[in-house]
């Protein structure tokens, strides 16, 4: 373990179902375990498929201990979500959607793909997607640092007003044409950008930080996004 010490339950996962139930990938983890003992004269990390048994030599072995270092495994396993095509991603993380009672039946296979596919560059486990995508399912539970901040502002109230009138307006609901509106909205009435994006990005939400904005509201769809921005009004001063 990272303590030097046998590695032993109190570590952590010892075997190969607890990894895959901690959301690891198994290509991440073989990689993994041959680094253990063995290294290439390049010390390269990671491999395509294929590429480590192609590469593997007994001289590369190591003789001294092996020293098992989590934060490496979560960044490999993030590597390779990243690398993932986002079919396989999104089957892969289906079992981790589906036990944390998230309801995703009201979406198509497409629009499933796109919403995981959003915080992709994030995931280092597949554990961590129930809780990125969740606010697409259910209604946002606000941030209380998001509410002062954000929804604390003066020209929040106003900004999510002309949002709801606006966005009531738009009939092709595409990601280009939700930013140009909220551009020009802002615009119009005297606003920067951000004093409209970051009050509707809290509105459907709950969040100050998440995936891009515009594709988000775009997978999120018009209902769904008024509804959000309207019942958001009664944070604001």
Known sequence: GPDGKKLSKRHGATNVV??????????????????????????????????L??????????PS???MDPEKLNWMNGEYIRATSIS??????MPFIEKAGINVSGVSRAQLEGIVSLEQEKYKLLTEVPDLIRFFFEEPVFEQEAIEKVFG?????Q?????????GN?????????ETTARSTAKENGLKAGQIFHPVRVAVSG???????????????KEKVISRLQKALSYCK
């Open 18 to 51: 607890e990894f895959r139930n901690m959301g690891y990938l198994p290509e991440a983890l073989k990689n993994y375990l041959a680094l253990l003992g063995w290294a290439t004269s390049d010390s390269q990390q990671i491999f395509a498929p294929g590429e």
């Open 53 to 62: 048994e192609e590469k593997f030599d007994i001289s590369g072995c190591q």
């Open 65 to 67: 201990p092996a020293v």
């Open 88 to 93: 396989r991603l999104t089957d892969l993380a």
């Open 153 to 157: 502002k003066p020209e929040a109230k």
């Open 159 to 167: 900004a999510l007003e002309l949002m709801i009138a606006a966005y």
């Open 170 to 178: 738009l009939a092709d609901w595409t990601e280009a044409n939700l």
């Open 207 to 221: 969040r100050t930080h998440g995936p891009t904005l515009f594709k988000m509201l775009e997978y999120m769809g």
